[in-house]
């Protein structure tokens, strides 16, 4: 019943304040690489009938838009696995230029040159693509058997098609931690945007995260003496900060979720595959959408998104130690990264 839903004036603000603006989405947990920091080896997945259907996932979207929020990144999982989710995002992009500023997108790029045009003719004008290395080989070791040359092709599609792309880089100790400076020239060249992610204690993988983690100040203090680097003040409401690179169009962005917090001014939720919603990557709590809407329509998920604003903590409290177990047993591809 139309009268019973929330309107723009309930607005999402939660209980310190911060207002809710932005949702991420995971389309599917499924995906067709097995990235070392992120999945097990023998992963499984979610049985099918317990994921939201696009119907669902599209009209609980709509009721975060209804409710103020401006921005919505499809993710995963790999979101491009799912076959219906090019409809979801013409569904979705239909509001950016009114209610929504941007739609969005995070993918790992193996099918990204089938689908760039699609994805900007549905209103998406930029999107993630995640490479932690260049290197073939590499490439194959950190993802368990993917092929980079796909990558690589399905980001130049995406710039052919109008995309502008940020690349989203895992720091690996040990792995690619070489790789960061000559990532940084490479993105400078191409004119994308370089956004690198210290690794975080979600979900059980085959390995110890600690023997991986690289802190990031160390990172950007070994950037900052080989590239021109100005602070940049661009706030997205998220954990980045930003810097720019001389002479190029080029941001770098750090989250360091583990070496620096900056949940002051998080401004996001995460709906899951199976239609939970997440009020923090780093923890547990959770209200079930999915339930809700199978059980009472529009007018329950309003009132469980209006409950979860009291869930939203204040911060994350993420450690990794060597042998520590993960902050969360869910892993991002759950939740959407
Ligand atoms: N499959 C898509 C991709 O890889 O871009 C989208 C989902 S993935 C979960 C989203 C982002 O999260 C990727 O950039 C990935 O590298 C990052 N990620 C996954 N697990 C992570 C972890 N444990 N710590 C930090 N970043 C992680
Ligand atoms: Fe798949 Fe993305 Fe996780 Fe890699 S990071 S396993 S591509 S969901």
Redesign the pocket.
Known sequence: MASALATRDQKLVDRHGRAITYLRV?VTDR?D?R?R???AEEMTFLPRAELLSLEEIALIAERFIARGVRKIRL?????LVRRDMIELAHRLGRQVGGALDELTL????TRLAQHAGELFAAGMRRI???L?SRDADRFRYITRHGDVAKVLGGIAAAKTAGLRVKI???ALKGLNEDEIAPMLAWAGERGHDL?L???????H?DED?ADRFLPLPRVLADLRDRFDLEPDDHQSGGPARYWRLGGTDTRLGL?S?LTGNFCATCNRVRLSTDGKLHMCLGHEDSVDLREAIRTGGLAEVDTRISEALDLKPAAHDFHIAPGSAPAVAR???V???
Do not use: A, F, K, Q
């Open positions: 995971s995906c690489l990235c920091y992120c999945m993710s995963g999982g790999e979101p995070t993918t790992n790029g993630n693509v995640s932690d989203n880089m895992v956004t992610i210290e690794t975080m204690p979600l979900g993988i995260r989250i979720p892993h991002m591809s939740t959407g990264g």
